[in-house]
């Protein structure tokens, strides 16, 4: 299921917006990094193992709010590292919902004690869980025992205080697909507001050790299709129907790295949340100055594995066809 009605609205307007002024390209989400700084070393992560100086760095909450005013996203994922390390998290995210901007705080579960009694629910706000899968995976790659369980008392925790919560699911290779949908069908069971499913995707900072644990595109295309099958019609996906499609394989779509533009402690952050060419003082300069024709699929090799939604979940929006409409409003009100 997508965001509360109003919400919804609210992200049309935007975009049916940004399309009457024939603009091609315009941000969705604004990928938030205050702080690299995490708790966890996941084994598929990179952004644990950037240089000393950048780890170090950290965005003030005036920087935050300054970022998401200049480039206009009408949502924000503020994510990391793990950004309840950072100070001033709950001005930041106090901030953005003073702005009426829909944001989702993600968070490995570990420090939400920290924030629990501090922020209040909000129809524009939802806690972001990572959860990669059952018990025994999750630790593992995470590589923490025990991560798993505050994860779930965590959500337990925010939805008996009113939040919306969301789960993330990031798929590697291995997963398995029947234990993964039995997860998802008891998330939706406990009053999970929506599961977001994504297979991973390796860049430069990741361990060359981990390699081997990413999916190439059909192997994602397969497993996303087998865990949709083991979850069952009950689960209510974050994902749009037309990313969900696009992960099945039933759809083609084209990356749209601008839709989910990042800012980090060392800037706007080119070409996207997980490849690193460049980083640009202005949102302007990262719109202006990237060469967007060189990235996607069949145009970069790096790109070739990635089905990331903060690549494709813009695009699915964008290619939208009068034929989804129905399918949107159906995912809205039911899931």
Request: proline share 7%.
């Amino acid at each position: 299921m997508g965001q509360p009605l109003r919400v919804t609205l609210d992200l049309a307007r935007y975009v049916v917006g940004q399309r009457l002024r024939g603009r091609r390209r315009f941000p969705l989400v604004l990928m938030l990094e205050p702080t690299e700084l995490c708790n966890l070393s996941c084994t598929g992560c990179g952004k644990i193992r950037q240089d000393a100086a950048v780890m170090a760095r950290r965005l003030t909450a005036q920087e935050c709010f300054d970022a998401v005013d200049e480039c206009g996203a009408p949502a924000v994922s503020i994510a990391g590292g793990e950004p309840l390390t950072h100070p001033e998290i709950v001005e930041i995210v106090e901030g953005m919902l003073a702005r009426r901007k829909l944001t989702l705080l993600c968070t490995n579960g570990i420090l939400l004690g920290r924030v629990l009694p501090k922020l209040r629910p909000d129809p524009r706000f939802s806690f972001v869980f990572h959860l990669d899968g059952p018990r025994e995976h999750h630790d593992r790659m995470v590589e923490r025992r025990g991560v798993f369980d505050l994860v779930m008392k965590g959500i337990r925790e925010a939805k008996a205080r009113g939040f919306r919560v969301t789960t993330n699911t990031t798929l590697y290779k291995g997963a398995d697909p029947e234990a993964v949908g039995q997860l998802l069908r008891e998330l939706t069971a406990m009053g999970v507001d929506s599961c977001l499913v994504s297979p991973a995707f390796t860049y430069e900072e990741v361990d060359p050790a981990a390699h081997g644990i990413f999916l190439h595109r059909q192997e994602a295309i397969a497993l996303v299709r087998r865990v949709v099958q083991a979850a069952g019609p009950g689960v209510r996906y974050y994902n749009t129907p037309m990313y969900l499609d696009f992960l099945l394989g039933r759809r083609t779509l084209q990356c749209t790295p601008w839709g989910n533009p990042t800012r980090d402690p060392l800037g706007w952050k080119g070409p996207c949340y997980l490849l690193t060419d460049a980083h640009y003082e202005r949102f302007e300069d990262l719109m202006n100055r990237t060469p967007w024709e060189d990235y996607g699929y069949g145009k970069n090799p790096r790109c070739a594995s990635c089905m990331m939604h903060s690549g494709y979940e813009a695009s699915a929006v964008a290619a939208m066809r009068p034929a989804d409409a129905w399918r949107m409003l159906r995912w809205i009100f039911a899931g």
